[in-house]
């Protein structure tokens, strides 16, 4: 059974940081690029960030490109998003997916979906 689990949200200021963290299981992980989507109260869940399975290679939404940092350890089964410079637009459940056919930006190109963390910008 694949599972994804995020976690790391919280709460932050306005200009301030965090991480984010998405545990796999059930699935050979390197295989999969590795997606992270937001969606925020009212709006459609959108594309954040992606990784293909190396690490090589990065996508990113402009809304977050130089802010937004994405990464993997393959070792770990694990995705990270270290979020910088967070601003109140920034606030919104943080999904991680994966996709094992190629790297997508948008969201019907992923296989699975964890349930979330939500990350809360105060400012």
Do not use: H
């Not at 459609?44 to 490109?65: C, H, L, M, P, Q």
């Not at 920034?90 to 991680?96: E, G, H, N, R, S």
């Not at 997508?104 to 979906?113: N, P």
Request: glycine content about 10%; hydrophobic content about 35%; charged content about 15%.
């Amino acid at each position: 059974q694949v599972k994804l689990a995020e976690s790391g949200g919280g709460l932050v200021q306005a200009g301030g940081s965090l991480r984010v963290s998405c545990a796999a299981s059930g699935l050979a992980f390197s295989r999969y690029t590795m997606g992270w989507f937001r969606q925020a109260p009212g709006k459609e869940r959108e594309f954040v960030a992606a990784i293909n399975w190396s690490g090589d290679n990065t996508y990113y939404a402009d809304s977050v490109k130089g802010r937004f940092t994405i990464s993997r350890d393959n070792a770990q089964n694990t995705v990270y998003l270290q979020l910088n410079s967070l601003k109140p637009e920034d606030m919104a459940v943080y999904y991680c997916a994966a996709d094992l056919l190629s790297v997508s930006m948008t969201a019907a190109g992923y296989d699975y979906w964890g349930q979330g963390t939500q990350v809360t910008v105060s400012s």
